[in-house]
């Protein structure tokens, strides 16, 4: 499985910015994805994720009710909506894909980078205050 982030780049604090994440190689769509992100001299931290149905997301409590994942298995694209981005949201950005595609127990394992397989390449996000 071949993971692209693309999206990224500088924005005003308050603005908004879309990242993408293509996938090949393999079948989206049994796929649990996430994305995670590594601030600069900081360890990589969990942003959200999205299990493969769609039906069932998950946020870190610092990007909840600004940031929201979404996914297109037609198109085999994740997406992560940033709105009301702020410098602390300045990071390099990973997308990240499991392999099986369960459903975990308990479910909040889905927010655990040792949970997924596959990781895209990062695409820098940086807010200017």
């Known amino acids: 499985v071949q993971l692209q982030a693309s999206g990224g780049g500088l924005v005003q604090a308050g603005g908004s910015l879309r990242l993408s994440c293509a996938a090949s190689g393999g079948t989206f769509s049994n796929r649990n994805m996430a994305w995670f992100r590594r601030a600069p001299g900081k360890v990589r931290t969990f942003v959200a994720a999205i299990e493969r149905s769609g039906q069932n997301t998950y946020y870190a409590d610092s990007v909840k009710g600004r940031f929201t994942i979404s996914r297109d298995n037609a198109k085999n694209t994740l997406y992560l909506q940033m709105n009301s981005a702020q410098p602390e949201d300045t990071a390099v950005y990973y997308c990240?894909?499991?392999?099986?595609?369960?459903?975990?127990?308990?479910?909040?394992?889905?927010?655990?980078?040792?949970?997924?397989?596959?990781w895209g390449q990062g695409t820098l996000v940086t807010v200017s205050s």
């Open positions: 990240a894909a499991d392999r099986t595609g369960r459903t975990y127990s308990p479910p909040t394992r889905i927010t655990l980078a040792s949970t997924f397989n596959y």
